[in-house]
């Protein structure tokens, strides 16, 4: 015994094995989000309206998105047309749009939504390192869930 906890087959303790594994997501989390808000930093910086009308961002993917949120809980129609007749979309699916209309209808502003997506990366960082310790070593997964989060 060590710790009160049971020897496991790698010689770490139970206790100690939840620790690392505890320490090992929130460094993947930090991580995730450390670099997502750098980025954020970096276009508040040199592209401040980015952050608060995402129709100035120049790529059209950005304002498809835009588009089909705003119609879809101003209209309830998914289009990507502004203006009649508004075609169905075919090329996107309707779950991102619908939290993209959600958060500039309550919010005004794009960053909120870039804030989600950072929070929802880091998780993403964070499941691939569980995932990967199901069926690999620790440090294959702490390196796994590192490497994503930057």
């Not at 508004?86 to 794009?110: M, N, Q």
């Not at 499941?127 to 590192?146: E, K, P």
């Amino acid at each position: 015994m060590n710790e009160g906890g049971k020897i496991l087959s790698t010689g770490v303790s139970e206790s100690k094995q939840t620790r690392y594994f505890f320490r090992d997501v929130l460094t993947i989390f930090v991580l995730g989000m450390m670099t997502n808000l750098l980025l954020m930093l970096y276009i508040g910086i040199h592209h401040p309206q980015y952050l608060i009308d995402g129709y100035t961002n120049a790529n059209p993917d950005s304002i498809h998105y835009l588009l089909l949120g705003n119609n879809l809980w101003t209209k309830g129609i998914f289009s990507r047309l502004s203006i009649p007749p508004f075609l169905p979309d075919v090329l996107r699916t309707p779950v991102y749009p619908l939290v993209v209309g959600a958060i500039t209808l309550l919010c005004k502003v794009i960053w909120p939504l870039y804030l989600l997506q950072a929070v929802l990366f880091a998780l993403t960082g964070v499941i691939l390192y569980v995932t990967v310790l199901r069926f690999f070593s620790r440090c294959i997964a702490l390196w796994s869930g590192v490497l994503h989060s930057l």
